[in-house]
């Protein structure tokens, strides 16, 4: 399968008095139709210059960006508004009109792609019934929730009937419950419209429940990518450590020079591994500290238990992860 999108050795470099500032360095990625992508990184790390980047709202300094085969950099202007019609793009803001209706609102870009104003009211009201807004067609944004907003906002993203949704810490300004509803719409658009979808998060929640690959980019260079599961599981670098495990191992109160660590690599979440080691080899187990996740039915993350102070004990356990092929190494002791 050929991707959607495609990046070339890209960077960034914003010129100011003070001094240049590298933003992005030699950004290479291949996202494929119909996945949904993640791009996270921590405040600063250049994540969202890079999605701006691959839409040309901000002409990258070096590379290039393919869309569908098509360069970016080598279009007039006129030839890349209509190319970025194939993209549409929420934020974290909603960037909604405050004196139009939602309806309106989602017409704003097909007035400006030249679409009647019959023809552009026709598509609105499909877009906002799709996205559960249809009795919110006269609303202005200041009677709206922050949900409601947001689902103008994509909406309005979709009118143009683009193949590619770019979202920029789109959830960021909503609460958990609307977070979740946001990230199934989108994933339903997903399924329904085979849309590809590029997710711009610092929230590893939001790329754990929703994206198929993810890639994690620290001080302006993409340092890990992979599939959800494979990064969740066995995090290679230290970025991509500090999102998925939260704490460092110093920060864990170990008493014991008897510690390891269970990775969890993708078995299934219904699988009862600790249990199941504790009533095999009839020996007690202390969970110090636990960090797992379930998605789509697979158990990702890391767990750290300490063994009995007896060798036998200890051994048998061991033997028994080895024997089930379950990822385990020693931690050091921290006091």
Known sequence: MKPIIQINNLGKTFVSKSGDVKALDCINLEIFPGEIFGIIGLSGAGKSTLVRCINFLERPTSGTVQIDGLDLGSLSSNELNIARRNMGMIF?????????????????PLELSGVSKRKARERAKELLEIVGLNDKLKAYPSQLSGGQKQRVAIARALATKPN????????????????????????????????????????????????????????????????VNDIFANPKSEAAKRLVFH??????????????RIIFDGRSSFEPVIANVVLECKAPINIMYADTRNIDGNAVGQMVIQLPDEELAAKRILHYLNNKKIPFEEVKNFV
């Not at 509803?181 to 590893?204: C, G, P, S, V």
């Not at 460092?248 to 170990?254: G, L, Q, R, S, V």
């Open 92 to 108: 974290q803001q909603f960037n909604l009109l405050m004196q139009r209706t939602a309806l309106d609102n989602v017409c704003f």
């Open 247 to 260: 704490k460092k191992e110093h920060d864990i109160p170990f008493t014991s020079k008897n510690c390891y």
């Open 164 to 227: 590619i949704l770019l979202c920029d810490e789109a959830t960021s300004a909503l609460d958990p419950t609307t977070t979740t509803a946001t990230l199934d719409l989108l994933k339903k658009l997903n399924q329904e419209m085979r849309l590809t979808i590029i997710i711009i998060t610092h929230e590893m929640s939001v790329v754990e429940k929703v994206c198929n690959r993810v890639a994690i980019i620290d001080d302006s260079n993409i340092c890990e990518m992979g599939s």
